[in-house]
């Protein structure tokens, strides 16, 4: 399955992947599906969409698509829109 925009549109996905960042950073991977730093974010259907994975000696995150492609930037801009109009209200 492959991650589309309206997936980094929808707001219980974006919480999804807030989450995963969350257990990423904290090295409980195991709890989304993963292992140490990196979790699995899955769709409603359960299937795994996106991983990401933290590095703890760079401090950033890495998000990864359909066939290992990155797509950090645009997921870490849809969060940080989600982040902005969630907050604003």
């Not at 991650?3 to 991977?29: C, D, S, V």
């Not at 760079?58 to 997921?75: L, W």
């Amino acid at each position: 399955m492959r991650t589309n925009k309206t997936m980094l549109t929808h707001p219980t996905f974006l919480a999804k992947i807030q989450t995963g960042m969350i257990l990423a950073m904290l090295g409980e991977g195991e709890k989304m599906g993963g292992h140490g730093h990196r979790v699995y974010i899955q769709n409603r259907k359960g299937d795994n969409v996106l991983r990401c994975s933290y590095s703890e000696s760079d401090n950033q995150f890495t998000f990864y698509g359909h066939e290992s492609v990155n797509i950090t930037r645009e997921v870490i801009d849809a969060v940080e829109r989600f982040e902005k109009e969630t907050f604003a209200k």
